[in-house]
T-cell receptor, first 114, second 114 residues
């Protein structure tokens, strides 16, 4: 069965600094999608970034980028120039291609220190 | 374009009462998902629909939970009778095509059963 593991329950970073959130997953599939979702205090789940497994190039979205290591089954999220508004719970998620279900990790709570 | 709409945003009820949560997916999306989020169990998929048809309800905790999708623009999640352990945030999400596209989440309904 597929699993998603986020080994860091909480992290803190100084404003304007860079932080990396870790995520590993377990699958025997070759085609799948990986996501990072952000959940701020408002509780809204917001898509941050998405990566297709067949793409070797790491996805980027403004200050957010990923380091996708398919062989290692690792999918970390890097946030550059951290801002106070980045404070949230971040969920890593996996979706097998053509499968309806998304599997979420337990989340990492990110604190931004002013 | 409006996102996923959920109502009510907050619900407080007494044990034994019936609770109905509502969701309007993004227009044109063919898949709809109901999730429950608690501190203890994280984000759990309860049930999902493709083209208004329930595909997998294995995540529904008990017979007290039921979900319907009478048309492409509306779904309900009902709890009858409600219990204190049902207190959680319930999310609805929709996707253009499950398994190939991103899921977009609604703002959630925070349910408190006293």
């Amino acid at each position: 069965a597929q699993t998603v593991t986020q080994s860091q329950p909480e992290m803190s970073v100084q404003e304007a600094e860079t932080v990396t959130l870790s995520c590993t997953y377990d699958t025997s599939e070759s085609d799948y999608y990986l996501f990072w979702y952000k959940q701020p205090p408002s509780r809204q789940m917001i898509l941050v970034i998405r990566q297709e497994a067949y793409k070797q190039q790491n996805a980027t979205e403004n200050r957010f980028s990923v380091n996708f290591q398919k062989a290692a089954k690792s999918f970390s999220l890097k946030i550059s120039d951290s801002q106070l508004g980045d404070a949230a719970m971040y969920f890593c998620a996996y979706n097998r291609y053509r499968d309806d279900k998304i599997i979420f990790g337990k989340g990492t709570r990110l604190h931004i220190l002013p | 374009d409006a996102g996923v709409i959920q109502s009510p945003r907050h619900e407080v009820t007494e044990m034994g009462q019936e609770v109905t949560l509502r969701c309007k997916p993004i227009s044109g999306h063919n898949s709809l998902f109901w999730y429950r989020q608690t501190m203890m169990r994280g984000l759990e998929l309860l049930i999902y629909f493709n083209n208004n048809v329930p595909i997998d309800d294995s995540g529904m905790p008990e017979d007290r939970f039921s979900a319907k999708m009478p048309n492409a623009s509306f779904s309900t999640l009902k709890i009858q009778p409600s219990e204190p352990r049902d207190s959680a945030v319930y999310f609805c999400a929709s996707s253009p095509l499950a398994g190939r596209e991103t899921q977009y989440f609604g703002p959630g309904t925070r349910l408190l059963v006293l």
